[in-house]
């Protein structure tokens, strides 16, 4: 499972980042196919992953709530820039003609 056992936080960041890397590119993908309203998903999945992490008190709560936690942030913050430079590239090109 973790190599870090005795150590909670160690362990925790360590499933975060590794499900934060496996979620990037299908994130990514389905921005393209599902445009900006599945960034909005992400970012409410993101607030509740958040939110559930408050009432955590054991480590395998810990570790299921960083999991979701890594997913939800692996499509919300890889797909903001993405849709950020798409909605910016529409409001330099366009021209009030």
């Given at each position: 499972?973790?190599?870090?056992?005795?150590?909670?936080?160690?362990?925790?960041?360590?499933?975060?980042?590794?499900?934060?890397?496996?979620?990037?590119v299908?994130?990514?993908?389905?921005?393209k196919h599902?445009?900006?309203?599945?960034?909005g998903?992400?970012?409410?999945?993101f607030g509740?992953a958040?939110?559930?992490?408050?009432?955590?008190?054991?480590?395998?709560?810990?570790?299921?709530?960083?999991?979701?936690?890594?997913?939800?942030?692996?499509?919300?913050?890889?797909?903001?820039?993405?849709l950020?430079?798409?909605?910016?590239?529409?409001?330099?090109?366009?021209?009030?003609?």
């Amino acid at each position: 499972m973790c190599p870090f056992f005795h150590d909670r936080s160690r362990c925790s960041i360590t499933h975060n980042c590794s499900q934060f890397i496996v979620s990037e590119v299908p994130c990514n993908l389905a921005l393209k196919h599902y445009g900006s309203w599945f960034l909005g998903v992400m970012t409410f999945c993101f607030g509740i992953a958040t939110l559930g992490s408050a009432f955590v008190t054991t480590k395998g709560e810990l570790i299921a709530t960083r999991v979701f936690l890594g997913l939800a942030e692996g499509g919300a913050v890889v797909s903001l820039p993405l849709l950020s430079c798409r909605l910016l590239g529409l409001i330099l090109c366009y021209s009030q003609d």
